[in-house]
């Protein structure tokens, strides 16, 4: 158990909807990163939080936004989600900035029908 | 984007049995982590390494940076059932504030 919880762990929705993922960080972690697993593309990084502020962004598309609140949970939001969208999205948290380890949750399988 | 190619792609292989797996890239890379996954589950942080020329060793697993920090290798002796996974490496990219993926290498381990 890495102390990072993600929900939901399986997520089936339509084309055209929107998701909500959510991922509590490890306890004393300001980090929490988002990522994409696809078979075709690998492992993705979408975006950081650190401390509620967006500090670093990866290959996120506009359709896709996310924010980390005061308590230092995070959601990650899909809008308008196409069957491409389909994969494993990850939430990973650190103590500190890049170049900590990161510790990842058992991640949300999305499939997209 | 620096990109991270790893090989092999899949690898099966008998109990026992030595193998390595290399992490190839065309960037230079301030530092430079391996990850195994397992089905079902997040990568796992297993090393990082930061310094060219870095030998890292953990039990049967021994890490290489190479002198360019340009690529890695990751070498399991006697492999076991255990060590059954995927392998990722990610390279530190060099404006430092995300870390790059490589393909991953699915090892199986075969009793």
């Known amino acids: 158990d890495s102390g990072v919880t993600q929900t939901p762990k399986h997520l089936i929705t339509a084309t055209g909807q929107r998701v909500t993922l959510r991922c509590s960080p490890r306890?004393?972690?300001?980090?929490v990163y988002w990522y994409q697993q696809s078979l075709d593309q690998g492992l993705q990084f979408l975006i950081q939080?650190?401390?509620?502020?967006?500090?670093a962004k990866g290959n996120i598309l506009e359709r896709f936004s996310a924010q980390q609140f005061p308590d230092l949970h995070s959601e990650l939001n899909l809008s308008s989600l196409e069957l491409g969208d389909s994969a494993l999205y990850f939430c990973?948290?650190?103590?500190?900035?890049?170049?900590?380890?990161?510790?990842f949750g058992q991640g949300t399988r999305l499939t997209v029908v | 984007t620096q990109l991270l190619e790893q090989s092999p792609q899949f690898l099966s292989i008998q109990e026992g049995e030595n193998l390595t797996v290399y992490c190839n890239s065309s960037?230079?890379?301030?530092?430079l982590q391996w990850y195994r996954q397992e089905p079902g589950e997040g990568p796992v942080l297993l090393v990082t390494?930061?310094?060219?020329?870095e030998v890292k060793k953990l039990k049967r697993l021994t890490f290489q940076f190479g002198d360019a920090r340009k690529d890695s290798s990751l070498h399991i002796t006697a492999a076991q059932p255990g060590d059954t996974g995927l392998y990722l490496c990610?390279?530190?990219?060099?404006?430092?504030?995300?870390?790059?993926f490589g393909t991953g290498t699915s090892l199986t381990v075969i009793p």
């Open positions: 990973a948290s650190s103590e500190g900035n890049w170049d900590t380890e990161a510790f």
């Open positions: 960037s230079v890379f301030s530092s």
């Open positions: 390494v930061v310094t060219g020329g």
């Open positions: 939080y650190y401390n509620g502020e967006e500090r």
């Open positions: 990610a390279g530190a990219g060099n404006t430092g504030n995300q870390f790059y």
């Open positions: 306890s004393g972690d300001l980090s």
